[in-house]
């Protein structure tokens, strides 16, 4: 097969999305074994011209990148007219796999996208207009060309046949990995003083004033780029956006992690703190229940004593949760996601 992926969202320094895409592309490449072309394209902007191979160095793949100025524009520009078809760039292709970013037409194959949560939907009072223009027609409209849709858990998976009316066989569910550099071995970061760790951008659906209400007996750290709304207060350690080697440091030196989002699609720092020999505490709504398994910790999202106490318990119970959430990350591969994708593929094209 020769399958054409869209990686415009490795322009931007990688978070949650940047972070499936790359993992599961390298998960493809992996169980392709060189018996499937991959070809990776973007129209993209300078700052794009460098982060995206950056990303995807040691991938083996034919990377085809197209700077535009302004860029996003052009890529909604192309989603919204729909032409030209991806062919004309890329040449013929058996599977266009596109992002959150943009939907392409095509002549012809199977054509899949990816959903990592249904937020704007669900929620839109906790996005900004863009991201609820952006995401919606995607939703409303790309999502039911498609002859697959992958998300990142069950959950999100329901919120798909719910929401959007798809048939629930052509959703498939592609669980995220965790990178081999989350692992308990390896350099701790060191603040000064033991703290509680918390990654996520700064908006309001990742509910961060429940634990800075909770007064917690040790300092709160913070990683993640300023987002938008309301922020935390000061007293705050305020690691702004960590790049990924120096996440898993950050994750090894941390007393505990809390993860007190409102909704997700699935909540990957939950793993990966696993992964790192961390325990943890994260919120009790359902769309976190496939991160945290049986290994951690659950506090309700408005429940400031309920977040402290689970806390503490999280440190007390320390040895116990770290056994658990090592054994429950282990489940989680980006060759297993690689192999979700390329076997969808290549059912969908036999039939």
Not at 39 to 56: C, D, E, H, M, Y
Not at 138 to 167: H, I, M, Q
Not at 260 to 266: A, C, H, I, L, T
Not at 307 to 329: F, K, N, Q, S, Y
Request: charged share 20%; proline share 8%.
């Amino acid at each position: 097969m020769r399958i054409a992926l869209d990686v415009s969202p490795l322009s931007h320094p990688r978070t949650g999305i940047g972070n499936y895409l790359r993992g599961a592309i390298g998960g493809l490449a992996e169980a392709a074994g060189g018996e499937h072309e991959l070809v990776a394209f973007a129209p993209t902007s300078p700052q794009g011209l460098k982060a995206i191979p950056a990303a995807l160095e040691g991938i083996p793949l034919d990377l085809r990148l197209r700077f535009l100025p302004f860029a996003h524009f052009w890529r909604q520009g192309w989603s919204r007219l729909g032409r030209p078809p991806v062919e004309r760039f890329l040449g013929p292709v058996d599977v266009l796999h596109f992002s959150d970013w943009m939907y392409p037409s095509q002549r012809a194959g199977v054509r899949a996208t990816t959903i990592h949560d249904l937020v704007p939907l669900r929620h839109p009072e906790w996005v900004q207009g863009r991201t609820r223009r952006m995401h919606g027609a995607k939703y409303r409209n790309a999502a039911r060309t498609c002859d697959l849709v992958f998300v990142n858990s069950e959950f999100t998976g329901r919120e798909v046949v719910e929401l959007l009316g798809l048939p629930p066989g052509r959703v498939r569910v592609a669980y995220p990995g965790v990178e081999e550099r989350f692992r308990p071995d390896g350099p701790r970061a060191e603040l000064g003083r033991p703290y509680v760790l918390t990654v996520a951008t700064l908006e309001p659906r990742k509910n961060l004033g429940v634990l800075v209400d909770a007064q917690l007996d040790l300092a709160l750290a913070v990683a993640g780029q300023a987002g938008w709304g309301e922020q935390p207060p000061p007293g705050l350690v305020r690691l702004g956006y960590v790049s990924v080697d120096r996440l898993a440091e950050v994750y090894r030196g941390a007393a505990a992690f809390a993860y007190p989002s409102r909704f997700e699609g699935f909540g990957m720092p939950i793993v990966e703190a696993m992964a790192s020999g961390v325990p943890v505490v994260a919120s009790s709504h359902e769309s976190l229940d496939e991160a945290c398994g049986d290994a951690a910790l659950r506090a309700g999202p408005d429940e400031p004593d309920a977040w402290a106490a689970a806390i503490r318990e999280a440190i007390d119970r320390r040895e116990e949760l770290v056994a658990r959430g090592l054994t429950h990350a282990a489940r989680f591969s980006w060759l297993a996601t690689g192999r979700t994708f390329l076997a969808a593929y290549s059912e969908t094209l036999s039939t």
